[in-house]
């Protein structure tokens, strides 16, 4: 028997979703942004809580190939003290997904984006490693994730005010958000985000995945510092414009 919510989507969806995939994977290997833009892109082919299920489970497979890719390059303190309040923002999330509609949740990610894209303007006059700014940053990559796996975007304007080069920047995110999806992940089956559906969906696109991680990988090669960080600031800001006002 074919699950409901892939007998559901016509082709057009279908090549959504796909394009989808290959953004995710793309993201996880160079521009970390573009997963932002690949939530969009599902949410609007299927209601936004099954469109999570489906991103997160895209995200995790990423994630795997991520970690092995960039394992040299980890700030593990950086990593340990986010931990914390990004596992405070996911509990948060959590009660929030379940009293909001699909409207409030993307205007309420849309918001905290543009928000934090205006306090990253003055990025070089803040404390990127002070305790404030992890609690804050952290804290919002644990409720955006949660409730819209946007948590990329508060990280990404963390890592980039930490001045990180590149492959540090790649190697603390690939292992930060392995470690945050997967602790979502048994929420999000006890919160009906992730079901046999949304499983059998993902499965479906997985090589698209991977393939966009090795895109990722030939990309991020020729793109340098200057440029990387303006591409991530541009992906964060799309992804924050959109989901206020689409």
Do not use: C
């Amino acid at each position: 028997m074919i699950p409901q919510l892939i007998a559901g989507l016509p082709l057009a969806a279908w090549l959504v979703v796909a394009a989808a995939a290959l953004l995710v994977g793309i993201s996880k290997t160079s521009i970390g942004g573009l997963g932002m833009v690949a939530v969009g892109l599902v949410a609007v082919v299927m209601p936004t809580k099954d469109s999570t299920g489906v991103v997160l489970l895209m995200l995790l497979t990423g994630d795997l190939v991520a970690i092995w890719i960039y394992r040299r390059t980890v700030d593990w303190r950086l990593i340990g003290r986010l931990m914390l309040p990004v596992a405070a923002g996911i509990a948060i999330g959590a009660v929030f997904l379940t009293r909001v509609d699909d409207l409030v949740l993307r205007r309420t990610i849309g918001i905290l984006l543009l928000g934090l894209l205006v306090v990253g303007l003055w990025r070089d006059r803040l404390p990127a490693h002070g305790r404030a700014m992890a609690l804050g940053y952290g804290g919002l990559a644990g409720f955006t994730t949660m409730v819209a796996n946007a948590g990329g975007a508060p990280m990404n304007l963390y890592l980039l005010a930490a001045k990180y080069d590149k492959w540090r920047f790649l190697g603390t995110g690939a292992w930060f958000f392995f470690t945050v999806n997967a602790i979502k992940l048994p929420i999000s089956v006890g919160l009906g985000i992730v079901r046999v559906d949304t499983v059998a969906l993902w499965a479906t696109v997985v090589p698209v995945v991977l393939l966009g991680t090795w895109l990722g990988r030939v990309v991020i090669k020729r793109v340098d510092q200057r440029l990387f960080e303006t591409l991530v600031t541009i992906s964060v800001a799309a992804s924050a414009l959109y989901l206020t006002f689409v």
